[in-house]
């Protein structure tokens, strides 16, 4: 025997084994497990390619409006939630997971070709004919539009779903594998997470400018199809159990800690309270994402690479906590506590972030103009630093979310039996949460609020999601099972006293800074030069469905603003109002006779509207 070669190898093996090709000849399927890590992180990687292609495709036929994109979005986590949930009542019964995971992904693929074909075929007509039957019936209309987008997509999303249970039934098979399961979910989910966040930059930033919409569509497709096949082609390989699993009776990758006293096991009602939270996790988290996108959307600006920049710093801070957590759950002897403690540190986060968000437009400013002289030479790295400013409010409360995962699944899961359903209802409640909370914060909360606020609704939305979670975290503390129940109950007195007080009296985001519009590069030196430009008098400011409207005045100056961009003026925009007003007039066969009247009216018009409006 090689000593050199054979030292490659666990030492349990060394004597079993007297060269390479021996060990992989004698145990073949032990290779294999790490290529199912593998297809998880790629099915992540295609799942989001996927929706960003087919989020495309639809705002083709029917349009890029904010409900429009929220109708697409909410049945695509719709269809995550309910295959989760029901791939995970099945997971346990089946004699083998990991091939139902592998025909999951290859019903994927096939979608992948047949959707875009749909889409550009039928869908158009279908948008034609409902526009002409329920155009003049906006709720009518949105239902059925709603109902269309379903139907297209309820197969492929559902599949996407039910990866999650059913892996986590193949990678949980023995009773010892209950100590870790915090751990091996987690890593699943880790995983999973990365490939997300590398099918964002891929399909944002590379795929959709260098080879288009189909071919990017095509690509995701294949990478579904071919972990199907590779599946597939070693299934019977693939349903051994893995390695450690044979030469370890117990079946414990921790042994170190088997020994240590068992955590105490909580109640019913712990249990549905922690649940609850992760719904009202889900749910708080989407208020805050919208809430992050509108207010980047006035900093970095509210391109498509602008989302994209915020949903990568978003999904980067959960891959990071869930990361850090599943190495670590095991030490937690009380995971419902921590639990508990974990959704406090999420509402303090929020709060830490909520206190300069509105300094990020002049930091951001400060970073391009004193890193980058030429701008068009340096888009890249101006994009980076688009990044780093998004993550400073988004990242250290999405840490802490992507860490709520292995602990929840930690806390509930107790038997191997039921783990598939178990972390089935968890991800199906949590992107319930989701969904409820991406619809009612944009269409209800936001311009609710604003109402209520003086129009700022953002803020108040904020506020509302830094109280679900103190909520949430002081009830699944104080119900956790152990010990200082009195010493919980003066720590969640203290909890809430301080969320109140935040609440309270923490004043709104100064609107002339947040609305300065440093996204318009050309304008950052400027914005930076006080003498220049000064502080304006905010006469009016309004949190909108779609957009954050302002109205500011630099003496005699007004401006109307939309996300912080002048839309209106009776300063240097005055030209450009008035050729817009002249444009159809000029295409109307009657209408340049009336040419000079129409733009002495608009000019006049402009000026009156800004004046009562202030």
């Not at 526009?131 to 999303?157: C, D, E, Q, Y």
């Not at 349903?239 to 699993?245: G, I, N, S, V, Y």
Request: aromatic letters at 10%; hydrophobic letters at 50%.
């Amino acid at each position: 025997t090689n000593p050199g070669r054979c030292c490659r190898f666990p030492k349990t093996n060394c004597g079993r084994y007297g060269k390479a090709s021996e060990f992989f000849k004698t145990q073949p399927e032990a290779s294999l497990h790490p290529v199912v890590l593998i297809a998880f992180i790629l099915s992540g990687f295609s799942s989001l390619t996927l929706e960003t292609v087919w989020i495309r495709y639809l705002e083709h036929v029917f349009g890029a409006t904010t409900l429009a994109v929220s109708t697409v979005l909410t049945c695509f986590m719709g269809g995550l939630a309910l295959g989760s949930w029901l791939f995970g009542r099945y997971a346990d019964r089946l004699k083998s997971p990991v091939l139902a995971y592998g025909v999951a992904e290859g019903i994927v693929g096939l979608c992948a070709f047949v959707i875009p074909v749909i889409i550009s075929s039928v869908y158009p007509h279908l948008n034609a004919l409902m526009t002409a039957h329920l155009g003049n019936n906006f709720l009518l209309f949105s239902l059925v539009r709603f109902a269309a987008v379903a139907v297209l997509l309820i197969v492929p999303t559902t599949c996407m779903g039910a990866t999650l249970p059913l892996l986590a039934r193949y990678f949980m098979q023995k009773e010892g594998h209950m100590k870790q399961v915090g751990r091996r979910i987690g890593i699943l989910y880790t995983l999973n997470t990365i490939g997300a966040i590398t099918g964002v930059f891929a399909a944002t930033f590379i795929l959709l400018k260098t080879i288009g919409l189909w071919a990017t569509n095509v690509t995701a497709g294949i990478i579904n199809l071919c972990l199907f096949t590779l599946i597939f082609t070693f299934r019977k390989r693939l349903a051994q159990p893995p390695l450690e699993d044979r030469d370890d009776p117990d079946g414990d990758l921790d042994g170190l800690l088997d020994n240590a006293a068992p955590p105490p096991t909580p109640g019913r009602a712990a249990i549905l309270l922690v649940m609850l939270s992760f719904f009202l996790s889900g749910l708080a988290s989407m208020n805050l994402q919208v809430v992050w996108n509108r207010a980047m959307a006035m900093i970095i600006g509210s391109s498509v690479y602008s989302f994209g920049i915020v949903l990568i710093a978003f999904l980067v801070g959960l891959a990071a906590g869930s990361a850090l957590l599943s190495a670590r759950v095991r030490k937690f002897r009380n995971p419902v506590f921590a639990l508990g403690v974990l959704q406090l540190c999420i509402a303090a986060a929020v709060m830490l972030s909520y206190l300069y968000i509105d300094d990020l437009p002049r930091v951001f400013a400060r970073l391009v103009t004193g890193n980058v002289s030429d701008y068009e030479d340096h888009v890249g790295f101006i994009q980076f630093l688009m990044f780093i400013v998004a993550a400073l409010p988004v990242f250290p409360a999405t840490f802490c979310m992507g860490a709520a995962f292995p602990l929840t699944i930690q806390s509930i899961s107790t038997s191997l039996s039921s783990i598939g359903r178990d972390v089935g209802n968890v991800y199906a409640l949590n992107t319930l949460g989701a969904i409820c909370g991406s619809f009612l914060s944009a269409f209800v909360f936001v311009p609710l609020f604003s109402r209520w606020t003086d129009g700022v609704g953002m803020q108040a939305t904020c506020f509302l999601s830094i109280s679900i979670y103190c909520a949430a975290g002081i009830a699944v503390m104080v119900s956790a099972p152990g010990r200082w129940q009195r010493l919980r109950w003066s720590f969640a007195a203290v909890a809430a006293v301080a969320c109140i007080a935040f609440v309270t009296t923490v004043p709104a985001w100064d609107p002339a800074r947040l609305t300065i519009g440093v996204f318009r590069l050309s304008l950052m030196k400027d914005a930076l030069d006080e003498e220049s430009w000064g502080e304006p008098d905010v006469k009016y400011y309004h949190d909108g469905v779609t957009t954050t409207v302002s109205i500011e005045m630099w003496g005699r100056h007004i401006a109307l603003k939309n996300n912080g961009k002048v839309d209106a003026s009776n300063g240097d925009d005055m030209p450009t109002q008035v050729m817009v007003a002249a444009v159809p007039l000029l295409l109307h066969k009657e209408g340049p006779e009336d040419l000079d009247v129409a733009m002495r009216s608009e000019e006049r018009r402009v000026g009156k509207e800004c004046r009562l409006t202030c």
